[in-house]
């Protein structure tokens, strides 16, 4: 077995080195395509070097650093390797956060995503809460200092103190610590969601005029609006007032679809569908792709409302999406950090622009464990980024994608041999160490 070096200070200097330039490269307002290359390459040095089971599935592979010249080259591996291998950079002991997978009270069952340190997690989170949910262009606020650009948050889920090796719950109290007013709140402990609480907060910012942002999973949020439609209770939010969902009914008693949910927050909340939002993401990765709605600020807003040159005409043209969204779907918006590529489960190879695939993630911000992942989502692309399309091949680097759902059928048996590979890979006879 490969062994990896954490101590070294060379290796302690190049690695801060990286952290500061993924960092910068997160909160930076003009990035360039050309940047999120580099840095992907450089993330992939690292993680080949120091995460052994990743590197193993990578030699067999003939994938190494000395060979990939770009960042569609990095293998990536499947959501479900991280239930069966450990695939972190770092020892568990030395992690500063180990996120663990639900659906099972068994931790050796659950995926797990160690994290080194947080700083890139919470960068990206922060920064994608901020250009796509409550910017600071929102008319809350103009002075940050003066902490005017928070916002009393609620929250329908445990804060991270009681759930912590769950992302969500993580990502949730982050967003209160850092954009909550001091009077924000968690309603779930381990007595489950207080509907009395919840009210109590709706009727006061109704009183008061005072803007809330209404946070919770999915499921949280069904309870809620079935506990008010049998109380017949509806408020009017203020204006500029907020819901964020995510996650999804896997394994739950009951669907709600996505559009009757945005139906059920205007109709006993009072908060106009184009302020609710959904947002996709997963403990096997660091990044959260948000629907693409009106409040939107970020980078990614900016391209797509740029109008096409002719050579991005005619691109566009040859690589018109067979798919869009159907009404009541919303596009994901995917983050100037990230990637995300459809591909076919079976030869994990991009797929024509439009057409349904595996969606197969890299993100900078996973550095501790593997910056590319390979999902059991299905969705399509629906929009390209223009300040990429010179960078990379067609289908590659898109700014939006539809989610389907999960993959059944081929699909699945895709993810299957897809799994299969890596821990064949690991099963194999060990291979000496690279070198430098």
């Given at each position: 077995?490969?062994?990896?070096?954490?101590?070294?200070?060379?290796?302690?200097?190049?690695?801060?080195?990286?952290?500061?330039?993924?960092?910068?490269?997160?909160?930076?307002?003009?990035?360039?395509?050309?940047?999120?290359?580099?840095?992907?390459?450089?993330?992939?040095?690292?993680?080949?070097?120091?995460?052994?089971?990743?590197?193993?599935?990578?030699?067999?592979?003939?994938?190494?650093?000395?060979?990939?010249?770009?960042?569609?080259?990095?293998?990536?591996?499947?959501?479900?390797?991280?239930?069966?291998?450990?695939?972190?950079?770092?020892?568990?002991?030395?992690?500063?956060?180990?996120?663990?997978?639900?659906?099972?009270?068994?931790?050796?069952?659950?995926?797990?995503?160690?994290?080194?340190?947080?700083?890139?997690?919470?960068?990206?989170?922060?920064?994608?809460?901020?250009?796509?949910?409550?910017?600071?262009?929102?008319?809350?606020?103009?002075?940050?200092?003066?902490?005017?650009?928070?916002?009393?948050?609620?929250?329908?889920?445990?804060?991270?103190?009681?759930?912590?090796?769950?992302?969500?719950?993580?990502?949730?109290?982050?967003?209160?610590?850092?954009?909550?007013?001091?009077?924000?709140?968690?309603?779930?402990?381990?007595?489950?969601?207080?509907?009395?609480?919840?009210?109590?907060?709706?009727?006061?910012?109704?009183?008061?005029?005072?803007p809330l942002a209404v946070l919770g999973t999915s499921f949280s949020f069904v309870h809620l609006l079935d506990a008010m439609a049998?109380?017949?209770?509806?408020?009017?939010?203020?204006?500029?007032?907020?819901?964020?969902?995510?996650?999804?009914?896997?394994?739950?008693?009951?669907?709600?679809?996505?559009?009757?949910?945005?139906?059920?927050?205007?109709?006993?909340?009072?908060?106009?569908?184009?302020?609710?939002?959904?947002?996709?993401?997963?403990?096997?990765?660091?990044?959260?792709?948000?629907?693409?709605?009106?409040?939107?600020?970020?980078?990614?807003?900016?391209?797509?409302?740029?109008?096409?040159?002719?050579?991005?005409?005619?691109?566009?043209?040859?690589?018109?999406?067979?798919?869009?969204?159907?009404?009541?779907?919303?596009?994901?918006?995917?983050?100037?950090?990230?990637?995300?590529?459809?591909?076919?489960?079976?030869?994990?190879?991009?797929?024509?622009?439009?057409?349904?695939?595996?969606?197969?993630?890299?993100?900078?911000?996973?550095?501790?464990?593997?910056?590319?992942?390979?999902?059991?989502?299905?969705?399509?692309?629906?929009?390209?980024?223009?300040?990429?399309?010179?960078?990379?091949?067609?289908?590659?680097?898109?700014?939006?994608v539809v989610l389907r759902g999960r993959a059944a059928g081929a699909e699945a048996r895709g993810c299957s041999l897809a799994l299969?590979?890596?821990?064949?890979?690991?099963?194999?006879?060990?291979?000496?160490?690279?070198?430098?």
């Amino acid at each position: 077995m490969t062994t990896a070096s954490y101590s070294t200070s060379h290796d302690t200097a190049d690695l801060s080195a990286l952290d500061a330039d993924i960092l910068a490269f997160i909160q930076s307002e003009e990035p360039d395509p050309a940047t999120f290359d580099a840095l992907a390459l450089r993330l992939f040095a690292h993680q080949f070097e120091a995460n052994p089971a990743y590197q193993r599935y990578c030699r067999s592979r003939k994938a190494t650093p000395d060979r990939l010249r770009h960042w569609s080259e990095i293998p990536a591996v499947p959501l479900t390797a991280f239930k069966r291998l450990t695939l972190t950079t770092v020892p568990e002991k030395d992690a500063a956060a180990v996120f663990m997978t639900s659906g099972s009270t068994d931790p050796a069952s659950r995926g797990r995503n160690h994290h080194r340190h947080l700083a890139l997690y919470d960068a990206s989170l922060l920064r994608a809460f901020r250009d796509q949910f409550l910017p600071e262009q929102s008319g809350l606020a103009d002075d940050t200092a003066a902490g005017r650009d928070r916002m009393r948050i609620v929250v329908l889920n445990a804060p991270r103190g009681q759930a912590p090796h769950s992302s969500i719950a993580h990502f949730f109290s982050t967003l209160v610590e850092h954009r909550g007013t001091p009077d924000s709140l968690h309603l779930v402990s381990e007595d489950g969601l207080d509907v009395d609480a919840a009210l109590k907060a709706f009727a006061h910012a109704q009183e008061t005029g005072e803007p809330l942002a209404v946070l919770g999973t999915s499921f949280s949020f069904v309870h809620l609006l079935d506990a008010m439609a049998d109380a017949d209770r509806t408020f009017q939010l203020p204006a500029r007032s907020r819901v964020l969902d995510t996650g999804g009914f896997k394994g739950k008693s009951r669907e709600v679809t996505a559009e009757d949910l945005r139906q059920a927050f205007r109709g006993r909340l009072g908060v106009p569908e184009d302020h609710c939002a959904n947002y996709y993401g997963m403990t096997e990765i660091s990044t959260q792709y948000y629907d693409r709605t009106p409040l939107g600020t970020g980078p990614a807003d900016r391209a797509h409302a740029t109008p096409a040159t002719d050579s991005d005409a005619s691109t566009a043209a040859t690589t018109a999406p067979a798919g869009d969204e159907a009404p009541g779907e919303r596009a994901k918006i995917v983050p100037h950090w990230a990637r995300l590529v459809v591909v076919d489960p079976l030869t994990r190879t991009p797929v024509p622009h439009g057409e349904p695939g595996l969606l197969l993630h890299l993100d900078l911000a996973n550095a501790s464990s593997c910056l590319a992942v390979l999902s059991d989502d299905i969705g399509w692309a629906v929009g390209s980024d223009p300040t990429a399309r010179a960078h990379t091949s067609p289908g590659l680097g898109t700014a939006d994608v539809v989610l389907r759902g999960r993959a059944a059928g081929a699909e699945a048996r895709g993810c299957s041999l897809a799994l299969d590979e890596v821990l064949s890979a690991n099963r194999a006879p060990a291979v000496p160490p690279s070198r430098p």
